[in-house]
């Protein structure tokens, strides 16, 4: 049975997009990620894991993936050189430099201790889910998802403190929308699509933030 759920988790991950960077074949009903094995118990923890799982399956919520919906501008909102996309939020944001080089030159000296070629693709894959290189031993998860995941919550906190200074300020927990441009049936609890909606004044609430456009007085 278990071999069954696996079999078709793993036919149906594959024909999506977004899994690109999961390593479907270590996929299991029985084992969790490398990541969540390698991290503790702590909420701190688990928030920067979670944070870097939604990069690596594609719901970090980027201006890219809103405009296929909306039909917004795809630009990146902090530097305004190419489309937001989780490549370039982890690779080549200029604004995101300073986070991404606390951890990228670290996650390079484990990586080619393997002989894995230093490229783009590389660096990107090594950050999401470093299980897909059959060269890396399962010794070496840990270390790997220890600067990943610090990585990837690194640039998105950075990424929210820029949004905060631009004048849109977040605030927690609160589910139910408060007002909102667009039917309820289309906005159902995505991560950064509201973003391209925003009007001044306009104010929408979400499962995980609450953001405001207005002035930070």
Same mark, same amino acid.
Request: with cysteine; proline share 6%; charged share 15%.
């Given at each position: 049975?278990?071999?069954?759920?696996?079999?078709?988790?793993?036919?149906?991950?594959?024909?999506?997009?977004?899994?690109?960077?999961?390593?479907?074949?270590?996929?299991?009903?029985?084992?969790?990620?490398?990541?969540?094995?390698?991290?503790?118990?702590?909420?701190?923890?688990?928030?920067?894991?979670?944070?870097?799982?939604?990069?690596?399956?594609?719901?970090?919520?980027?201006?890219?993936?809103?405009?296929?919906i909306?039909?917004?501008?795809?630009?990146?909102?902090?530097?305004?050189?190419?489309?937001?996309?989780?490549?370039?939020?982890?690779?080549?944001?200029?604004?995101?430099?300073?986070?991404? %080089?606390?951890?990228?030159? =670290?996650?390079? #000296? !484990?990586?080619?201790?393997?002989?894995?070629?230093? /490229?783009?693709?590389n660096? &990107?894959?090594?950050?999401?889910?470093?299980?897909?290189?059959?060269?890396?031993?399962?010794? %070496?998860?840990?270390?790997? =998802?220890s600067? #990943? !995941?610090?990585?990837?919550?690194?640039?998105?906190? /950075?990424?929210?403190?820029? &949004?905060?200074?631009?004048g849109?300020?977040?605030?927690?927990?609160?589910?139910?929308?408060? %007002?909102?441009?667009?039917?309820?049936?289309?906005?159902?609890?995505?991560?950064?699509?509201?973003?391209?909606?925003?009007?001044?004044?306009?104010?929408?609430?979400?499962?995980?933030?609450?953001?405001?456009?207005?002035?930070?007085?």
């Open positions: 049975m278990n071999s069954l759920w696996t079999s078709q988790l793993q036919q149906e991950a594959s024909t999506k997009t977004s899994l690109q960077f999961l390593n479907l074949a270590d996929c299991s009903t029985r084992s969790p990620h490398a990541c969540w094995a390698s991290i503790g118990a702590s909420a701190g923890e688990v928030q920067r894991a979670n944070t870097k799982i939604k990069f690596t399956v594609g719901t970090y919520w980027t201006m890219s993936n809103a405009h296929k909306f039909k917004c501008d795809p630009i990146c909102w902090l530097c305004y050189k190419e489309p937001e996309t989780v490549s370039h939020i982890v690779l080549v944001c200029p604004t995101l430099h300073e986070p991404r %080089s606390r951890f990228v030159p =670290e996650l390079r #000296s !484990v990586v080619e201790e393997h002989n894995i070629p230093w /490229t783009a693709d660096i &990107l894959q090594a950050a999401l889910d470093a299980t897909k290189f059959s060269q890396i031993p399962s010794t %070496s998860y840990p270390s790997i =998802e600067i #990943s !995941v610090r990585l990837c919550f690194a640039v998105h906190s /950075t990424w929210a403190y820029h &949004l905060a200074r631009a849109y300020t977040f605030n927690a927990l609160i589910v139910k929308p408060l %007002s909102t441009n667009v039917g309820r049936s289309q906005m159902p609890f995505y991560g950064k699509c509201f973003l391209c909606l925003l009007n001044t004044n306009t104010t929408f609430s979400l499962p995980t933030l609450e953001l405001v456009k207005g002035n930070n007085n």
